[in-house]
């Protein structure tokens, strides 16, 4: 089993949908985590962090599952712009100043 | 300026080929990646640096060697290239334990 496990889709969906993605990791350990965006051939930008309070950046929510040991990441009314690959990134207090990364969701906005 | 460059951006070498991918940044981060992303893959660690004189194999390490020249510089060597090393290679720095990371443009490199 992967230490940290996505849906890798693709989810097609259309302008204005609500697309939610989830993200699970094995590592009861593990401490911070973090949604990337990728956009294909570019490097992996950060999107968000992941609070236990969870948070949210405009229309992006990201929450934590600490007892289930998933990280969600809900982004409401879809841009075409938007269309990326989105990768979990989960880091493990063991594995000190190392990220485990997830492979990564892809989504596909379409008009 | 981009706070992480890697040079080249894209290069085509011969199998056998000692090749050398060289990473900078300008964010007075202690900690370097470099990681290497085929394609429909996810990225795999192949050696990281918490500072100049801490250097550790990640995941994929074997048929690579790196250096870090200076708090700035993190270098990665191909020393005899092969084909099945033919991916995208990202360097990453982070400043703390569990701070986000930030990564260079990737370089794109083909082994024939």
């Known amino acids: 089993r992967k230490e940290v496990e996505q849906d890798p889709g693709p989810f097609n969906v259309p302008e204005g949908a609500t697309v939610a993605f989830n993200c699970t990791y094995s590592n009861s350990a593990s401490q911070s985590f973090f949604w990337y965006r990728q956009d294909c051939r570019k490097e992996p930008k950060l999107l968000m962090s992941?609070?236990?309070s969870g948070n949210e950046d405009g229309r992006f929510t990201a929450q934590l599952n600490r007892a289930s040991q998933y990280i969600s990441l809900l982004i409401r009314d879809s841009k075409l712009s938007d269309s990326a690959t989105y990768l979990c990134?989960?880091?493990?207090?063991?594995?000190?100043?190392?990220?485990?990364f997830g492979d990564g969701t892809t989504l596909t906005v379409k008009p | 300026d981009a706070d992480v460059t890697q040079t080249p951006r894209n290069r085509i070498t011969k199998t056998g080929k000692r090749i050398m991918l060289e990473c900078s940044q300008t964010?007075?981060?202690?900690?370097m990646y470099w990681y290497r992303q085929d394609p429909g893959l996810g990225l795999r660690l192949i050696y990281y640096s918490f500072d100049v004189k801490d250097i550790n194999k990640g995941e994929i390490s074997d048929g690579y060697s790196v250096s870090r020249q200076a708090q700035a510089k993190f270098s990665l060597s191909l020393e005899s290239a092969i084909p099945n090393q033919t991916a995208l290679y990202f360097c990453?720095?982070?400043?703390?334990?569990?701070?986000?990371?930030?990564f260079g443009p990737g370089t794109r490199l083909t082994v024939l």
């Open positions: 964010k007075g981060h202690d900690r």
């Open positions: 992941v609070y236990s």
């Open positions: 990134v989960v880091n493990v207090r063991t594995n000190a100043g190392k990220s485990t």
């Open positions: 990453a720095t982070s400043n703390r334990e569990y701070n986000e990371q930030f």
